[in-house]
């Protein structure tokens, strides 16, 4: 099995849900740059997230899908904006836990209609304590997502299971994910991450995690990811936690839409870094 270009998904799908996922998705390269901003629903307000408005407003142009709360969609974003939304419908506990997996769904998929949003996302916590109650949540939340034409997007590997992140687990939470109906997959990236890729019949968007060593080591990623099937990303920390947001989500735009290569991305980078600081808009 191979990751299927999310058209040619659409003969199994109603025309609304087929709609919501075609304007996440780029009709040129059929893939998505996601800007993920959700963190603060478990971690609060994480660094160079404190002031979600401040920094989501120069990224937004740049996005091709924001993946956030409804607090933080209807406290910090215009309602005039263009750029879709991924709605996380997850939560319901802290960093504060030892166990970050008892999670429940937070909203109901009406909000997320009356919120016009083109996608509801929550985490799944394959191997985990509550396992089976993510994973009934994602069945619940696709039999609804069906019924008002609304993409599920299930994220795996989530918290403490990040420490699980190789080929055979991601592997294992993505097929799962997929066979329960999820409409995309949120993952991360690992060695023979082909073997997640082949096994998932749903695209795949790959997540960054914690800020890495360099902006380059975060290109690699995402180069290495499309190269070998991934969709998409939905990144966040290696994007607003750079000192060069901007630059860094217009290079990863040059990966995922573009092919490029992560010394062209890096070319892209370092000429947006030379151009003259805009005012941030707070
Ligand atoms: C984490 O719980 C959220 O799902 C994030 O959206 C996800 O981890 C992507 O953000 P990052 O690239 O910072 O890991």
Redesign the pocket.
Known sequence: MRALDPSENEVAMDWGLANRMARMFSPGSQNSVML????G???GPTRRLENPRATIAPLLPHADAL?LTRGILRTCVPPSTRTPIVL?VSGGVTVLQEDLSDEDITVSIEDAVRLNVSAV?L?VFVGSPHEHSSLVHLSELVDQGEGAGMPVLA?TA??KELEKRDARYLALACRVSAELGAHMV?T?YCDDFEKVVEGCPVPIV??????LDSDQAALELAHNAIALGAKG?????????SDYPVAMLKALRSIVHEQATVGEAMDILNEEKARPPRATVA
């Open positions: 993920a901003v959700d963190h629903y478990f971690m993946a996380r996302a985490s994220i989530v918290g949120k991360y790959v997540a960054g995690g914690p800020r990303i939905d990144m966040g920390r290696n994007i607003w936690q």
